[in-house]
């Protein structure tokens, strides 16, 4: 189902009586839009795996420091942000934006309270820069590309944005074949960025365990080789695939690694 910025809001379509991985990435990252039910099964998790609150927390962090760079250094203008959860403190557009004002985005999800807020909150900074959202299942690429190219010119660079969903596509075969049909899409001189959890905690996979069996949409943790089979192909900038604080931190921040891997690599 594609349905492009300014339709209906879906409120008849917002479950809330089994979590939500949008809703529950939300509440530990310390916002607001989320339902009790999202609440209980965020802080069951985090019993187990405390560490979880710092994994969203840093992937924030490093959805910055990774969209910064490739509009700063690297002057990319348009962004596909396929799996963009619900909006929050300096989502891609806004970091973008501020770089460089003509930046165009297009975000992906298929939540139906991540619509809602979307068509809300996730408008242009700046009136020479476009924000738009299309409602879509990454398990069909080619539908996404076909909605995304309303806005986005394919025959110039785009930053192709996996940031935390890939996850959800549990045979790692699939995720592979979708992540290269999404860069076969790409001109020369695009990029990939990306991260994922791993599956190198007891305590998280545990916790992760518990979570899947509340119903809730599955996510695999898989394993750092797995994570970077994602980039065979592309030429993968320094660091190369780490944890993602330890992705080019900031200076006189302390870089502790943490459960989620990702990268940023330029398409040849």
């Excluded at 001189?189 to 992760?208: M, P």
């Excluded at 797995?226 to 980039?231: D, H, L």
């Excluded at 695939?241 to 080019?248: A, E």
Aim: hydrophobic letters at 35%; glycine letters at 8%; one cysteine or more.
């Amino acid at each position: 189902m594609i349905r492009p910025s300014g339709g209906p809001p879906l409120y008849s379509e917002i479950d809330t009586s089994i979590p939500s991985s949008a809703r529950i990435w939300n509440y530990w990252m310390g916002d607001k839009d989320n339902y009790e039910v999202d609440r209980v099964a965020a802080d069951e998790y985090s019993k187990v795996a405390p560490q979880v609150v710092t994994m969203a927390r840093q992937s924030r962090q490093y959805l910055i420091r990774a969209v910064s760079h490739v509009a700063g250094e690297l002057g990319i203008r348009q962004f596909l942000d396929i799996g963009t959860g619900l909006p929050t403190y300096d989502n891609t557009h806004e970091v973008a934006q501020r770089i460089a004002p003509d930046a165009k985005v297009v975000y992906v999800d298929n939540d139906p309270l991540v619509l809602v807020h979307a068509r809300a909150l996730l408008y242009s900074q700046t009136p020479q820069g476009v924000t738009e959202y299309v409602d879509a299942d990454l398990h069909y690429p080619e539908k996404i590309l076909e909605a995304a190219a309303q806005t986005l010119d394919f025959t110039q660079p785009v930053a192709l944005m996996l940031m935390g969903i890939l996850g959800h596509i549990q045979d790692h075969g699939e995720a592979v074949s979708i992540v290269r049909r999404l860069q076969d899409s790409l001109c020369p001189g695009s990029y990939f960025v990306h991260y994922d959890g791993i599956d190198t905690s007891t305590q998280l996979k545990e916790a992760q365990q518990g979570y899947d069996n509340t119903g809730a949409l599955p996510y695999v943790l898989r394993s750092p080789e797995q994570i970077t089979a994602f980039y065979e192909g592309l030429d993968v900038l320094e660091p190369g695939v780490v944890s993602c604080p330890l992705w080019r931190p900031e200076p006189g921040v302390p870089a502790l690694p943490t459960d989620v891997y990702g990268g940023v690599a330029r398409k040849p």
